[in-house]
């Protein structure tokens, strides 16, 4: 009775309302409001049925997976890294924002909208940060879209299990091979993951190297599937 009452002075009260993360303009108790929802980045179109790259035709590998075949068996994204999103995710990099990393985790969950028939993993895996740069920024926003996931589908969240070995060098700026040689072996896994479906999930995909190398990790450790689950795949074309 009284924790009703509570939620309801809660609820009514102008000073816990929350507007809208991308307009700020309309109360959004989720953080999105219903205007700013449905506009949000996703092309309905063909997709590489390995890295979900757009494409014209989406029954064979795109030419990047046919020319270096990616370790995770597909990748699924959420929404397109487009505007207003990007801006919004590059925001989350400069320091912890509980609004507005609850905004995206929520968006997160659109994934299972996207995909309804979508196989529970065995567990669910962020992409770590190195540990100098989480006490540097003081979160990781893939720890909050993949807990989003983990509590929706009911699945075990394995936060510790894997970890970055050591501080990569930044990955933008750098092309593809570049990326992927600066990656190798960047992932430690504490123990054998033997016959277990995975999921690894982050925030932004551009060339998928990250990915690619944490999924590696994980095959050697003897996972038997790996899929990369991401809030946003950036278009990163190659020639
Ligand atoms: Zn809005
Ligand atoms: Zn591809």
């Known amino acids: 009775?009284?924790?009703?009452?509570?939620?309801?002075?809660?609820?009514?009260?102008?000073?816990?309302?929350?507007?809208?993360?991308?307009?700020?303009?309309?109360?959004?108790?989720?953080?999105?409001?219903?205007?700013?929802?449905?506009?949000?980045?996703?092309?309905?179109?063909?997709?590489?049925?390995?890295?979900?790259?757009?494409?014209?035709?989406?029954?064979a590998p795109c030419g990047d997976c046919q020319q270096l075949r990616p370790a995770f068996d597909r990748l699924l994204a959420a929404y397109d890294y487009d505007y207003p999103l990007d801006g919004l995710?590059?925001?989350?990099?400069?320091?912890?924002?509980?609004?507005?990393?609850?905004?995206?985790?929520?968006?997160?969950?659109?994934?299972?909208?996207?995909?309804?028939?979508?196989?529970?993993?065995?567990?669910?895996?962020p992409v770590p940060l190195a540990a100098?740069?989480?006490?540097?920024?003081?979160?990781?926003?893939?720890?909050?879209?993949?807990?989003?996931?983990?509590?929706?589908?009911?699945?075990?969240?394995?936060?510790d299990l894997c970890w970055r070995k050591r501080n990569t060098v930044p990955q933008a700026g750098l092309d593809r091979t570049e990326r992927l040689a600066n990656l190798r072996d960047a992932f430690g896994v504490k123990h054998r993951c033997d016959g277990?479906?995975?999921?690894?999930?982050?925030?932004?995909?551009?060339?998928?190297?990250?990915l690619h190398a944490l999924s590696k990790t994980l095959k050697k450790a003897g996972a038997k599937r790996v899929e990369a689950w991401v809030l946003a795949k950036a278009h990163f074309r190659h020639t």
């Open 89 to 125: 995710i590059a925001r989350c990099k400069y320091g912890p924002q509980p609004a507005l990393q609850g905004a995206l985790a929520g968006l997160m969950r659109t994934l299972l909208q996207r995909h309804p028939a979508l196989p529970v993993p065995d567990l669910i895996i």
């Open 196 to 210: 277990l479906f995975i999921a690894i999930v982050d925030d932004v995909a551009s060339t998928g190297a990250t």
């Open 1 to 59: 009775m009284l924790s009703n009452l509570l939620g309801h002075l809660v609820d009514s009260c102008s000073l816990f309302e929350q507007h809208c993360q991308f307009c700020g303009q309309r109360p959004a108790p989720h953080g999105v409001c219903q205007c700013c929802l449905p506009a949000l980045p996703y092309q309905i179109t063909a997709r590489c049925p390995q890295c979900h790259a757009q494409v014209n035709s989406g029954h």
């Open 132 to 159: 100098a740069r989480l006490a540097a920024r003081g979160f990781n926003l893939p720890d909050a879209l993949a807990d989003a996931l983990a509590v929706t589908m009911r699945a075990p969240l394995a936060r």
